[in-house]
């Protein structure tokens, strides 16, 4: 694969959620036990951190340790790609900081803006690539392109 574009098309397609109940690709190979399914869309970019319909990692749906564990050899050699912990903390302390301006009677503070259209996602976790964040992968698609375009 040589192009930047269809493996970004590949990754999203790899972390949207399909079906009525919101489950990736991820999650159903974890609900089914998979082992090899979890390792390869792993390693593919799926994204461990997306949460089903239900607010569920797929992580937490996987149907036996043994499943699970899987997901922690990837852990443990990609620490990075598990990194929603550390957004998740920083959600709820800008949540705090929202709830304290709304009872004061101020409007509450922006924490961060989209890369690409200046989105406000604030309490979102963002998609992000390198230093920069994105308010959805389209946007983040869209930089990537505008970034191979001007380096040609
Ligand atoms: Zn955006």
Redesign the pocket.
């Known amino acids: 694969m040589t192009n930047g574009t269809n493996e970004l098309d590949i990754v999203e397609l790899l972390n949207s959620p399909f079906g009525g109940h919101g489950l990736t690709l991820l999650h159903m190979a974890a609900e089914a036990g998979h082992k090899e399914a979890i390792s390869v869309l792993l390693e593919f970019g799926a994204d461990p951190s997306i949460k089903d319909g239900q607010g569920q990692l797929a992580y937490i749906t996987a149907v036996n340790k043994d499943t699970r564990n899987e997901f922690r050899r990837f852990m443990a050699k990609h620490p990075e790609k598990f990194d929603y912990q550390k957004a998740q903390r920083a959600l709820a302390a800008e949540k705090r900081l929202t709830v304290q301006a709304l009872a004061s009677g101020q409007s509450p503070p922006i924490f961060s803006r ?1 890369f ?4 406000d996602i604030t309490g979102k976790i963002p998609f992000e690539y390198a230093e920069y964040k ?3 992968t ?2 983040l698609k869209q930089h990537r392109t505008e970034k191979s375009l001007k380096k040609s």
């Open positions: 989209c690409q259209c200046a989105l994105f308010c959805s389209k946007c």
